[in-house]
């Protein structure tokens, strides 16, 4: 038997990897019929040890969709974690019980250690503000429909870069990729850490631009990646008084964009792209859900090992 | 200023000035019995000022944590008067069981019966992370 894969972090995909599973994602959007009975017979298990919806209903969709069972949990609370069980023993157990695990933890690195323990692949499914690859494959698929490819673009992340998490997994994400320029778009104090700067940008010899302005960059954008501002990230309220509304997008500010430039984000949105630009066909944060359903779908098919 | 030799036992030389300390807390030589001499600012021609730690006993030491600390130290371990050998560091991949993540939101802190490990991630920084979490360890110096 082939050793198990799990995916806990991005970068343990090779680039050859993730076109693969991009192209396999593409394949089951244009005829996700061909793929129904898949996984006929085998179960999912989705430990949600932090209540998410949309990671935990995309995985089960996904599962759903390939002809599989799904089982398993949507809160700490309705676990035995909450009687203090162990993540290696619930990991353990459930292996019993599933053919593969998809988990979110509010601890960083939990997935690593259940996938030390499983006898059944292990997805991440996001680990505290650690990793979230999923939801990087996801973006990456997004963009591979949107623009026909994954190099040469020039990509614009605008908001929160500092405690973003899949700003960064998608920045170790694209690195990889030939002819990609970083545009960061930060207020001061939510400037994107030096070990993404220093560790994945400079290190890897890329072109990158940081600015505190949207509209002054956003002619040079292909790619612009939207996150929230959040108060509570603040120091105080002056500030994020001051910074929280240029990083609004709206109809206005969008003037100067590209007419193919596509606009991502990873959602849930609060208000920091205006309801006003979900008609824009600029507007990629929609379809970006439903590729999330079929890029999990190729992912299972991928780790359970089962052939097209 | 001297210091006996010792009979059987180890010398820990070419520690940066001031980390002897550190090394002391690290390695737990407070738990020992015999005798540990602490040799601080020792006027050395390669290092300028060094740290000398002598410990009467001979006993396994953690080599890696005094690589992480610097691969320039050296363990001279000493048998009837005399040095038997010498053992040059390395700054070692991973650090196991010595130092503990500071990461609040790390696995490691609600489970702590999980090994604490560290990865060598920059060679040239001598940056570890944790295994868990990627957490850049951080030493009480």
Known sequence: ?308 | MNIDSIKNGIVIDHIPAGESMTIYRLLHLDRLDCSVAIIKNVVSGKMGKKDIIKIDSTLDIDLDILGFISPDITVNIIRDGARVEKKQLALPEMLTGVLACKNPRCITSVEQELPQRFKLTDRENKVYRCIYCETKVEIKR
């Open chain 1, 1 to 308: 038997m082939s050793e198990i894969r799990h995916l806990i972090d991005i970068l343990d995909l090779s680039v050859e990897e993730i076109d693969a599973l991009i192209a396999l994602g593409e394949r089951i959007m244009d005829d996700p019929a061909a793929y129904a009975d898949k996984c006929r017979g085998k179960i999912m298990a989705t430990l949600f040890f932090e209540p998410s919806t949309r990671t935990r209903l995309s995985f089960e969709s996904a599962m759903l969709s390939l002809g599989g069972s799904v089982l398993g949990f949507s809160a700490a609370a309705n676990s035995s974690a909450a009687k203090g069980e162990s993540v290696a023993d619930t990991i353990r157990t459930v292996s019993a019980y599933s053919d593969i695990i998809a988990m979110r933890h509010p601890k960083e690195g939990a997935p690593l250690v259940a996938a030390a323990k499983a006898t059944v692949p292990v997805i991440n499914g996001g680990d505290g503000g650690h990793n979230h690859p999923t939801q990087t494959l996801t973006d990456l698929l997004t963009i591979q429909r949107r623009k026909g490819r994954l190099h040469d673009l020039t990509v614009g992340f605008c908001g929160d870069l500092k405690f973003g998490r899949t700003v960064h997994s998608l920045i170790n994400a694209l690195a990889r990729y030939q002819g990609i320029k970083f545009v960061l778009i930060a207020p001061e104090e939510l400037k994107v850490p030096s070990y993404v700067k220093k560790d994945v940008i400079q290190k890897n010899g890329l072109p990158y631009e940081q600015t505190t302005d949207l509209e002054a960059v956003m002619p040079e954008l292909d790619i612009l990646y939207m996150t929230r501002v959040q108060r509570e990230r603040f120091f105080n309220e002056e500030d994020y008084l001051r910074l929280k509304d240029s990083y609004i997008l709206t109809p206005d500010k969008l003037r100067g964009a590209k007419s193919d430039m596509t606009i991502l984000h990873p959602l849930p949105r609060v208000n920091e792209i205006s309801t006003a630009v979900d008609d824009d066909p600029r507007a990629g944060y929609f379809e970006q859900v439903r590729c999330g359903r079929f890029i999990r779908m190729a992912l299972i098919l991928k780790l359970l090992n089962i052939a097209e």
